[in-house]
């Protein structure tokens, strides 16, 4: 069975600085491409980045410059290194993957940005 596991999230400044992971089990997602969504408080869930099985990334214009997603493949977890975190960076993020043209969503963390 498909598990996502997100950890790392919390609260943190302006200016600060948070590292989320997601933990992939019941199978091994090294050929297929991964992400991390995000979802404000009466918002609609938004792509933040993806990485594929190749390490290609893509960003979402918001966050491009101050994230950066990661992966390893032999420990099967996706990863969002989160700089320069802004207020309007306050969301649960939610890691995602599509496997085998099903997609399956973790928990989620909540990540809040404020003074």
Known sequence: QVQLVESGGGLVQPGGSLRLSCA????????????????APGK???????????????????VKGRFTISRDNAKNTVSLQMN????EDT????CYVNY?????????????VSS
């Open 44 to 62: 609609q869930r938004e792509l933040v980045a993806t990485i594929t099985s190749g390490g290609n990334t893509n960003y979402a214009g918001s």
């Open 24 to 39: 992939a089990s019941g199978t091994s997602f090294s050929s297929y491409c991964m992400g991390w969504y995000r979802q």
């Open 91 to 94: 969301a649960v993020y939610y």
């Open 84 to 87: 320069s975190l802004k207020p």
């Open 100 to 112: 085998l043209h099903k997609g399956y969503w973790g928990q989620g963390t909540q990540v809040s």
